[in-house]
């Protein structure tokens, strides 16, 4: 049975401004498990960030508690808490280095502020630098570095100190494409290699997709799905994760009464000729508005919109085809 890293019991959180309530959190119940990666995703605004950041107290909560290892954060002393918080590192999109010292320097800096001695020190951030591949650059200081590298050296800081949890708060969003893959990789690498609990707080499902295991979709404050990624990304059950897996649809029916469906496929069937099998096994044809497909877990999964029949009974029989052959159904609507 795993053990849960953190448990949010409940969590609510307000914030108050020009004399008015804003509620960021609204009783947020969750588990994140030891050795995971665990995704938070969901639009600008919709309080995944402040979500994190009651993770290590950085925001007090307004109701509920908030368990790490089992311990109420709330409850701790300023003592304990600082404590708790060497085994909590973070990294942002910022990468928040100090440009008057060096890479390594920058490494050393959890490391000189909780007493290490010099030495010590030097080789914990060597050895951290050469773990994420920039040893070379030791001695470089942060206006050097490219955006990816800079991101590389916030890594190397943030396990410095050896923490339990990696939080990543939108970690990649200042990246282009390929650098975030490549910081990606990083992290998937660290995971395995070290069985560090990372948490990536984004509003890019292509992030999720890539490396988490589970995910949680944040809405305005509430949490409106959990589960196994490639679940959610299946079949998603929220109008949120919908719209955040879904691709809009750009495509109106041929016809007034014209009626769209969304067939979604994961890696079992991915590969079968379901159309072509649908037209020899049923005589029925179908109009494909948009199709794509992408990699979940190494998984290839993918969705079609697809225009109906005119007539209700072969809507019909074109459905029940699909569905018997394990492909999950939802209706689109036209635009």
């Known amino acids: 049975m795993s053990t849960n890293v953190f448990e949010l019991q409940n969590v609510s959180k307000t914030y108050r401004n020009e004399g008015k309530d804003f509620l960021a959190l609204k009783d947020v119940s969750l588990e994140i498990r030891e050795g995971e990666i665990f995704g938070i995703i969901g639009m600008s605004g919709a309080g995944k960030s402040t979500l994190v950041r009651t ?11 908030v368990l790490f290892y089992g311990e109420d954060l709330g409850s701790l002393k300023a003592s304990q808490l600082r404590k708790v918080r060497r085994s909590i590192a973070m990294i942002f999109q910022s990468f928040n280095l100090v440009l008057q010292r060096t890479v390594r320097q920058n490494v050393e800096q959890p490391l000189r502020i909780a007493g290490v001695k010099r ?16 040893l070379d650059k030791e001695n470089v200081y942060p206006s050097r570095l ?5 991101q590389r050296v916030a890594i190397a800081r943030a396990l410095a100190s050896d923490p339990k949890v990696l939080l990543c708060d939108e970690a990649t969003s200042a990246l282009d494409p390929k650098i975030t ?13 070290r069985g560090l609990t990372i948490i990536i707080i984004t509003h890019e499902m292509s992030v999720v997709e890539k490396i988490c295991n589970r995910v949680a979709i944040i809405d305005e404050g509430n949490l409106v799905e959990v589960g196994d990624v490639t679940e959610v990304f299946r079949d998603p059950q929220s109008t949120a994760a919908k719209k955040l897996v879904y691709p809009s649809n750009p495509f109106d029916a041929a016809s007034e009464d014209g009626r769209l469906i969304r067939i979604a496929f994961d890696g079992l069937s991915s590969s079968e000729p379901f159309i072509a099998n649908l037209v020899k096994e049923t005589g029925q044809t179908v109009n494909i508005l948009s199709a794509n497909t992408k990699s979940v877990g190494g998984i290839g999964y993918g969705q079609m919109i697809i225009e109906l029949p005119s007539e209700k009974k072969d809507q019909e029989i074109v459905i029940d085809y699909f569905k018997k052959n394990g492909l999950t159904v ?6």
């Open 55 to 65: 993770l290590n107290r950085l925001e007090e909560v307004s109701e509920g508690k």
């Open 119 to 134: 030495k010590e020190r030097k080789e914990i951030a060597r050895k951290m630098l050469e773990t994420v591949d920039l």
């Open 146 to 150: 490219s955006g990816g590298q800079k």
């Open 181 to 193: 893959g490549e910081i990606l990789d990083l992290l998937l690498k660290i995971n395995k290699e």
């Open 330 to 335: 939802s209706e689109v609507k036209a635009l």
